[in-house]
């Protein structure tokens, strides 16, 4: 199944923002790779904002770049803001089938 629109664009962002930091940081993708223990294609893959990626992988990936606690906010007071709290779920539109006669 594929991801939503903005699944895959979250994605995207974050992989972009992972390959700026490695860059920020002088980081060649062998070395990040070799300390987050994955290979140099998986890495490549997260840069380009591939959804297969697991999200284990992504947090050595930051690990190895220097992110500490990537997920500390999620979920506090100070990230929700009413943004999570007063917006309704968004609804999955299905299509509907046609009867076959």
Same mark, same amino acid.
């Given at each position: 199944?594929?991801? *939503?629109?903005? @699944?895959?664009?979250?994605? #995207?962002?974050?992989?972009?923002?992972?390959?700026?930091?490695? +860059?920020?940081?002088? !980081?060649?993708?062998?070395?990040?790779?070799?300390?987050?223990?994955? *290979?140099?294609? @998986?890495?490549?893959?997260? #840069?380009?904002?591939?959804?297969?990626?697991?999200?284990?992988? +992504?947090?050595?990936? !930051?690990?190895?770049?220097?992110?500490?606690?990537?997920?500390?906010?999620?979920?506090?007071?100070?990230?929700?803001?009413?943004?999570?709290?007063?917006?309704?779920?968004?609804?999955?539109?299905?299509?509907?089938?046609?009867?076959?006669?």
């Amino acid at each position: 199944m594929r991801p *939503s629109f903005a @699944t895959a664009e979250a994605v #995207e962002a974050l992989g972009r923002r992972i390959r700026f930091l490695r +860059i920020q940081r002088k !980081l060649q993708q062998k070395i990040v790779a070799e300390r987050a223990g994955i *290979s140099v294609n @998986t890495l490549s893959k997260m #840069e380009l904002g591939d959804c297969g990626v697991s999200i284990g992988n +992504i947090v050595s990936v !930051l690990h190895a770049i220097g992110v500490d606690d990537p997920f500390s906010s999620l979920g506090t007071d100070e990230l929700d803001d009413g943004f999570l709290t007063d917006r309704p779920l968004p609804r999955r539109v299905r299509r509907r089938r046609v009867k076959e006669e």
